[in-house]
Each structure stands twice: as C-alpha cells, then as structure tokens.
C-alpha cells in the first residue's frame, strides 16, 4: 500500500519532500504533480521501477520516456545541446515543453529512442517537482500518468490513490 502525501503546491514542504526522495531513492515509484497533470518518476538507472511503470500504463518496450532537469545545466549533461537549441530552451524553461535531444553517454541505453539515440528532456516550473529534483540531485525518469484506456493525464490525485494505491510507493497529491 503506498504513502500519500499532501504537499503544498506553492510552497511546497520540505520534510516531506526528503522523505519522497528517499522513497525513489530506495527504488520507488512515485506520483507526483507536473506542469501537465501528474506523472510517474523513479531514478533513471534503476531498471525495476522502470519496469514497474511500464507495467502500470501497459507500455510497449521501447516506450519513450522523459528525464525530468532541475535546469539547463542539468539537460545539458544528459543530451547534446546546440546554440540554437540552448536559446530555444532559455526561452521556454522551465515550463511544459519537453525537448527531443540526442542524448549523451550519461543516459541509460535503454532510455534512448533506439534508431536516434534521442531522449525527451524537461525542466519543470511546478514547485513539487522542481523540489523533489533539487533535493534528488539528479534527473528523474518521467512519464505522464496516462493509464491504460485513458486518453488523457490523470488530474484527480483521490481518483489516483484508488486506482493505483496497491502499485506505486508514493502519490504527491499537489492541491
């Protein structure tokens, strides 16, 4: 049965937010509020929680997912990053966008689109996330809460916690 945790979505608190990140860092997978709606992370190398939300959204192999960046120093250390890219980037982070960008040796193989060796990058402007990630210290392996039959990213965190409670160590429910 997983943890819930309400956590302030301006201000968000930051005993709770060690203790999330001790949850991932232990290997967990947790719920937590983004830009877009709620999404699934967990640490980018570990191989089991990655699988344990493949299993969650019924994702095919090979699904792409996004690495989450505390900024663009951080993004630019997991892909490459041109001038052009950089300022396009400047302009539009933190925020929704998620950036497609050849990824670097820091990635994950399995993380990488397998013909472009390309990976999703984003840098969030939502509180939660911007504070789980400062206090990880690394990117997280991100993907939208979209389950399967849905057409869209789950928005209620009650309706979350019924569906999901049994197969996530941890829903963030963010106001």
Do not use: W
Not at 127 to 145: C, F, N, V, Y
Request: glycine share 6%; net charge neutral.
């Amino acid at each position: 049965m997983s943890q819930f945790f309400y956590i302030h979505p301006d201000n968000p608190q930051q005993r709770l937010i060690n203790q999330a990140v001790e949850i991932v860092r232990k290997g967990g997978v947790i719920v937590y509020p983004t830009d877009s709606g709620y999404a699934l992370g967990c640490k980018i190398e570990d191989k089991n929680a990655m699988e344990r939300i493949c299993r969650i959204r019924q994702l095919p192999d090979g699904h792409n997912f996004t690495l989450m960046c505390r900024d663009l120093s951080e993004l630019s250390t997991y892909s490459f990053v041109d001038n052009v890219a950089f300022r396009l980037m400047k302009n539009n982070t933190p925020g929704n966008y998620t950036f497609i960008l050849k990824g670097t040796k820091e990635v994950p193989r399995r993380l990488l689109q397998e013909k472009r060796k390309t990976i999703g990058m984003r840098v969030p402007s939502n509180p939660i996330a911007q504070a789980l990630l400062e206090a990880l210290g690394e990117p997280m392996l991100s993907t939208s809460l979209m389950l399967p039959g849905s057409e869209f990213t789950e928005s209620d965190p009650e309706e979350i916690k019924d569906r999901l409670e049994k197969q996530v160590d941890l829903i963030i429910h963010g106001g």
